[in-house]
C-alpha cells in the first residue's frame, strides 16, 4: 500500500517535498514513479526511480527542478520541487511495481494522490 503526501498550496518560485511511503512491503523491491493529473487533462509522468535507486528519469517539463530518491530506512520515496510554475499544479501520484518501470502509467500499485497548488 503507497500512501503520497505533502502537497500544499506554495508560490511560484517555491519548493514542496512530497513523500510516497510504503506499507506492507519494502519499496526497495519496487521501482517508483510519480505521476501528476492536472484539471481537464491527462495523467502524466513526472520522475522514475529504479529498484536500487540507481537510475532515474524525468519529464521534460521539470528536469533540472524536480529531483526523486529513496529512504529505504524510512520506506519512503521523495519528490523535491524546487522552482515550481503554476503549470506544475496537478494532483501528483505515486506508483510502484516489483517488474515494470518506464513512463507509461502501467504500475501495479498506486497511492491516493497529493494536490500541489502553485500560485502565481
Known amino acids: 500500500q503507497l500512501q503520497a503526501f505533502g502537497g500544499g498550496l506554495v508560490q511560484h518560485g517555491g519548493s514542496l517535498r512530497l513523500s510516497c511511503a510504503a506499507s506492507?512491503?519494502?519499496?526497495?523491491?519496487?521501482?517508483v514513479a510519480w505521476f501528476r493529473q492536472a484539471p481537464g487533462k491527462e495523467r502524466e509522468f513526472v520522475a522514475l526511480?529504479?529498484?536500487?535507486?540507481?537510475?532515474?528519469d524525468f519529464a521534460d517539463s521539470v528536469k533540472g527542478r524536480f529531483t526523486i530518491s529513496r529512504d529505504s530506512t524510512k520506506n519512503t520515496v521523495y519528490l523535491k520541487m524546487n522552482s515550481l510554475k503554476p503549470e506544475d499544479t496537478a494532483v501528483y501520484y505515486c506508483a510502484a511495481d516489483k517488474v515494470y518501470v518506464g513512463v507509461d502509467a502501467e504500475y501495479d500499485y498506486w497511492g491516493q494522490g497529493t494536490l500541489v497548488t502553485v500560485s502565481s
Open positions: 506492507g512491503g519494502r519499496i526497495s523491491d519496487y521501482a
Open positions: 526511480i529504479t529498484w536500487t535507486g540507481g537510475s532515474t
